[in-house]
């Protein structure tokens, strides 16, 4: 292992995914605390914004959602879900490995409860997210992320 700014990085005879040091980990638990304010808050370019340039998101739903503009516009479109109540995404079970380039392969369980003004509050679907983090000049950005429902992952394993 040679020593990097985030900790030790994996020689080129490293043998696949090596866990992080806590002080990556509480960086990447950081960047997605900052990145879920930026959407719970509607500010979907800035959401878009944490994605590189040729970024990849893989909703739930399906489809391929390639680049900050493209994600921040499906963002603010599936905002509308939420009819006028205020969202909150939780993570948790946060899992951070570093593979051999140096990139960052995190895997959470997700949920987010949207509280209407009447106090209502109910919750999504929970969800299993798996993401590719990089540094970049500007920081922590999401090169990939994939969003799995668990009922789409039950009924998966109710055909089995």
Not at 4 to 29: F, I, R
Not at 52 to 67: C, K
Not at 76 to 87: D, I, K, V
């Amino acid at each position: 292992m040679t020593q990097t700014a985030h900790g030790p990085q994996p020689t080129a005879a490293g043998n696949g995914p090596t866990p992080v040091p806590a002080d990556v980990y509480v960086e990447v638990q950081q960047f997605y605390a900052a990145q879920m304010r930026l959407l719970d808050s509607n500010d979907f370019e800035g959401f878009g914004a944490t994605f590189t340039e040729d970024g990849a998101f893989r909703p739930a739903g399906g489809g391929l959602l390639e680049g900050p503009a493209a994600i921040a516009k499906v963002a603010a479109a599936a905002a509308g879900r939420f009819q006028g109540g205020q969202p909150r995404h939780w993570f948790d079970m946060l899992t951070v490995d570093r593979t051999e380039d140096g990139s960052l392969h995190t895997s959470y369980y997700a949920v987010v409860s949207v509280t209407a003004a009447d106090g209502r509050n109910v919750h999504e679907p929970s969800v299993v997210v798996r993401d590719v983090l990089t540094w970049t000049d500007g920081g922590l950005r999401n090169a990939s992320r994939t969003i799995r429902r668990d009922d789409h992952l039950a009924a998966e394993s109710a055909r089995d």
